[in-house]
């Protein structure tokens, strides 16, 4: 998973509130769209972009496609802006 992707992903508003929204249970792609004024086919774009990132994961049950967030990618990212904050440790000597 590269950052630049995950940060990219993150960038956009509506994928934002369906992060928020996959942070309280899973939620099928129809059930999303739902809570958005958005075609279904926006909605799935979204929903891949989010998954490429690694932000998402999906699991299908009888007719259905269930997202969950993956948190662990989260850990990564704050792990790594954390480390931006660090410096490179020169100054700390």
């Known amino acids: 998973m590269a950052m630049s992707e ?10 934002r509130q369906i992060l928020e929204l996959l942070k309280v249970k899973s939620y099928a792609a129809g059930e999303i769209a739902a809570r958005f004024d958005l075609k279904q ?3 799935s774009y979204h929903l891949k972009l989010l998954k490429q990132a690694g ?3 999906e699991r299908k049950e009888k007719n259905y496609i ?19 904050g660090k410096g490179n440790g020169d100054d700390e000597k």
């Open 6 to 15: 995950t940060l990219k992903a993150i960038s956009d508003p509506v994928r």
């Open 41 to 43: 086919a926006t909605v």
């Open 55 to 57: 932000l998402i994961t």
């Open 66 to 84: 269930y997202y969950d967030l993956n948190a662990s990618v989260f850990e990564d990212v704050l792990t790594w802006i954390y480390s931006l």
